[in-house]
């Protein structure tokens, strides 16, 4: 395993579904940030975690719930979504402060 | 407040001409850093090059070169040769003494056979 891995790469749920999106990292890094990529716009951050501790949450809605349980794995809660919650979501890491992010493929999420 | 604007959308090339894509910032830290990434079809970010706010030394990598103006705020990206295989979205993006990284809008670059 090498990189940022996120899980599941497409995601079709319902307005009322619960489910979770997963990232793991295998680089040794102390930062990891979950992005929002939508069509014809820039990625926006959403969360940033540093040693498991969150540093950064860009006044996301309470329908995203990040989790970081160690400084490899980040987790985003889904709950209730919207429609315009339909995106790319990508999972980055970095070794700390103006270090490159390095980033996982994405999640391409669809919300019916 | 920080901003990056990528003013070019799309740009489309023939095979083997050379591809520069704009990139201007606004900021007023003195300590920066400012990135490219390329996003390809599949979705992933690859990072392409760091500079720091002190280091305007030109970079060149293979058919790619960046030119760093620190007196125009720009941090241009030159694709020399162009390949169908550089058909995707470039990003340029700018950190400063944070976890943050501002993305510009991006530009599509198609590269035609």
């Known amino acids: 395993e090498t990189g940022v891995t996120q899980t599941p790469r497409h995601l079709v749920m319902g307005m009322t579904n619960k489910k979770s999106l997963k990232c793991e990292q295998h680089?040794?890094?102390?930062?990891m940030y979950w992005y929002k990529q939508s069509a014809k716009k820039p990625l926006e951050l959403m969360f940033v975690?540093?040693?498991?501790?969150?540093?950064e949450n860009n006044s996301v809605p309470s329908r995203f719930s990040p989790e970081c349980p160690n400084s490899s794995h980040l987790f985003l809660h889904l709950h209730t979504l919207q429609p315009e919650d339909s995106a790319l979501y990508l999972c980055?890491?970095?070794?700390?402060?103006?270090?490159?992010?390095?980033f996982g493929d994405g999640t391409r999420l669809s919300i019916l | 407040a920080q901003k990056v604007t990528q003013a070019q959308t799309e740009i489309s090339v023939v095979e083997k001409e050379d591809v520069t894509l704009d990139c201007v910032y606004e900021?007023?830290?003195?300590?920066?850093?400012l990135f490219w990434y390329k996003q390809p079809p599949s979705g992933e970010l690859v990072f392409l090059i760091r500079?720091?706010?002190?280091?305007?030394q030109n970079e060149i990598s293979g058919r790619y070169s960046w030119n760093f103006q620190k007196s125009t705020s720009s941090f241009n990206f030159t694709i020399t040769a162009s390949q169908v295989v550089d058909s995707a979205g470039y990003f340029c993006?700018?950190?400063?003494?944070?976890?943050?990284?501002?993305f510009g809008a991006g530009t599509t670059v198609t590269v035609r056979a």
């Open positions: 980055a890491s970095s070794q700390g402060v103006g270090q490159p992010q390095h």
């Open positions: 680089l040794g890094h102390n930062a």
């Open positions: 975690y540093n040693f498991k501790e969150q540093t």
């Open positions: 900021t007023r830290d003195t300590t920066y850093y």
């Open positions: 500079r720091n706010s002190f280091d305007e």
């Open positions: 993006a700018l950190s400063f003494n944070d976890y943050k990284l501002s």
